[in-house]
């Protein structure tokens, strides 16, 4: 995660020369120093103008951030080249889901829709969206793009952005801000946006890859400890922290914790710093506390005590750990991975936070080892070290051998963390390696032997070594099934009213997401049943959390025949209940596309419940308005 790198960087700055009264950052270091070369000089010993080495810079920068964006773009080719027919294989859900939230935020913008909840999915209950990661804050800016080219183009392209933009934000400040040498300031960037981690959840979870605004975060929390003007920069911060919240609470969470612990890693070993930060410190964290708990303030009563609004994860999910042997792994979507072989050291192929590899781990450990002197080393290590142990999870194992309770088994029930998915204290884990990477590479190059050119060649050889076998590659992709024709064509508006709903077939549930595509095809013009999203247990405000709305015994009934393939024979007592649950939807259609796995089957148990249907252009349609209407 951004946190203990960004840490590493201002803390950087507390052995480096000291800030700026006026400025509060350190003096920006010319393109010569920073590239390790010395000042050149003309035949008539006058130095090099100084535009040519802003010049030589800039073009730096932008060939670093090409590199990063061709490499995001080579991770997320097979995607491109159909994003709403293709999807990252093994787990589909999440990117129809993201879809979803990304037409709910055109709605916003076009329509004025109140931001934080919807009754588009889940109706008549709704869906809490606060609580439920909704991006606003990468959806809204991207809502043209979504217009113009549909949900699954801004998906596929968040994603990109997310990897290359995080890569970019950390050389940014790495390069300012921690070490001289371009090439340690890309390393850095590198691990940060194309980790194993992060190329993990690149297939589902763009909100938890967009890290652009990390290393700014903690640049800026590190520059309150020797700020002049804590209450400008305190305000700065909090706008950071106000738009981190709208991409992902929780990994503003972790860059909160992180920051924490990195600080107090410097303060235990040079406790008279203590002395000269606290007041700066204290100033600007209250100011950013006073603005951005005004921002947040609504937005987090709707989280936590508005409609739909739930307390903690299910257990399933808050028990997620990281096994011990997966540090030492490549990951699965790298050169040297091996999804078989990674089976069981992560909750699944989209939580993968750790897988470091063997060369990569050792490489860390002889980092640390090597520059143990430095103070900023020793923290980092301390804090990558800590994080790591709790990414363990409630009970510790190696190789899917349970072994003994960690310590998350007494942190999980506190608030918030009791919201947290701890495998993903990983990506901490991860930033802090990558911080480690870039200040040996940083040393490596001031390093001044006989044979300077044969130390450097060495440094190369070792990031290859540690870095070739987890070298990104493109994600795997499956096929999905295309929108109906039906859906696109809006043959579907002559049957259903604003409050009535359209029931995909099967109805949406977190294994069954194709109905939510439907859906945000169309801006969400018409509501749906069900869905995938977290909402309180049973239904209750401030229950703990769980995937999926209300139980519903249509939707159990449907789904199983779309497993299984095969038709029950159903009772009046089925029929009934099933018509009060679609009653309850307030359905006007039921849809089921002809090209739906097992769609006979299904086609046959719905002509149970309602009666026959009706073939339209590519689904089947059944008409229900006569059996739902409640005046009837």
């Known amino acids: 995660m951004g946190v203990p790198t960004a840490l590493a960087t201002r803390t950087a700055t507390i052995e480096a020369p000291s800030e700026t009264a006026a400025g509060n950052s350190r003096p920006p270091v010319d393109g010569a120093a920073r590239s390790g070369a010395t000042p050149t000089a003309d035949d008539a010993g006058t130095p090099t103008p100084e535009p040519r080495r802003r010049w ?220 000269a930060a606290w007041r700066p410190l204290g100033a600007g964290l209250a100011a950013c506390a006073v603005l951005a708990g005004a921002l947040l303030a609504y937005p987090l009563y709707i989280q936590f005590a508005g409609p739909m609004a739930y307390h903690g994860l299910s257990d399933a999910v808050r028990d997620y750990g990281n096994d011990i042997a997966a540090f030492f792994a490549p990951g699965s979507p790298t050169l040297g991975g091996h999804q078989r072989a990674n089976v069981n050291l992560a909750p699944n192929y989209s939580e993968e936070n750790a897988f470091f590899g063997w060369s990569l781990a050792l490489l860390s450990v002889g980092i640390v080892v090597w520059l143990r002197r430095e103070l900023l080393v020793r923290a980092l290590a301390a804090t990558g070290v800590f994080f790591a142990v709790l990414s363990l999870g409630e009970r510790v194992s190696w190789w899917d051998r349970e072994l003994f309770t960690g310590p998350w088994e007494w942190l999980v029930h506190l608030p918030l963390l009791d919201a947290v998915v701890p495998t993903r204290f990983g990506l901490i884990t991860t930033v802090v390696i990558a911080m480690l990477l870039a200040l040996a590479v940083e040393r490596a190059w001031s390093l001044r032997p006989a044979d300077r050119r044969t130390v450097r060649t060495l440094a190369v050889a070792g990031l290859v070594l540690a870095l070739l076998p987890i070298a990104p590659m493109p994600l795997r992709v499956v096929s999905r099934p295309p929108v109906p024709d039906f859906i696109t064509a809006d043959r579907w508006r002559a049957y259903v009213g604003p409050d009535q709903t359209l029931v995909p077939i099967p109805v949406p549930s977190m294994g069954n997401t194709h109905g939510m595509r439907w859906a945000a095809a169309t801006n969400l013009d018409f509501k749906i049943p069900g869905g995938y999203f977290l909402a309180p247990r049973n239904g209750n405000t401030g229950d703990p959390g769980r995937f999926g709305g209300r139980p519903s015994g249509v939707g159990q009934l449907l789904e199983e025949v779309a497993t299984t393939g095969r038709t029950s024979k159903l009772d009046d007592r089925q029929r009934r209940r099933s018509l009060d649950e679609l009653r309850h939807w307030r359905a006007a259609i039921l849809v089921l596309p002809v090209r739906q796995q097992n769609a006979e089957p299904l086609r046959r148990t719905v002509e149970q419940l309602v009666g026959p249907g009706r073939r339209e252009l590519d689904v089947w349609v059944w008409d229900v308005r006569a059996l739902t209407d409640r005046a009837v």
């Open 56 to 275: 030589t810079r800039r073009r730096q920068d932008l060939a670093v951030y090409g590199l990063f964006l061709l490499a995001a773009l080579w991770v997320t080719s097979r995607i491109w080249v159909d994003p709403a027919g293709r999807v990252a294989s093994l787990y589909s859900s999440d990117p129809a889901q993201v879809q979803f939230f990304l037409a709910h935020s055109v709605r916003v913008v076009l329509h004025g829709e109140f931001p934080f909840y919807t009754e588009q999915f889940n109706y008549p209950d709704g869906v809490n969206l606060m609580a439920n990661t909704a991006v606003l804050a990468l959806g809204i800016p991207m809502v043209p793009i979504t217009l113009l080219f549909g949900p699954a183009v801004s998906f596929v392209l968040l994603v990109t952005l997310g990897l290359a933009g995080t890569a970019a934000a950390w050389y940014f400040v790495l390069s300012r801000h921690l070490v001289r040498t371009p090439l340690a300031a890309a390393v850095g960037g590198w691990f940060c946006g194309f980790s194993p981690a992060m190329l993990s959840h690149a297939s589902w979870h763009p909100n938890i890859i967009s890290q652009f605004l990390l290393p700014f975060i903690v640049w800026r929390v590190l520059v309150l400890t020797r700020s002049h003007r804590p209450l400008r920069d305190g305000t700065l911060l909090a706008l950071l922290v106000t738009a981190q919240a709208f991409i992902n609470e929780e990994i503003l969470l972790f860059t909160a914790l992180a920051c924490g612990v990195f600080l107090l890693a410097v303060l235990v070993q040079e406790p008279a710093r203590w002395s």
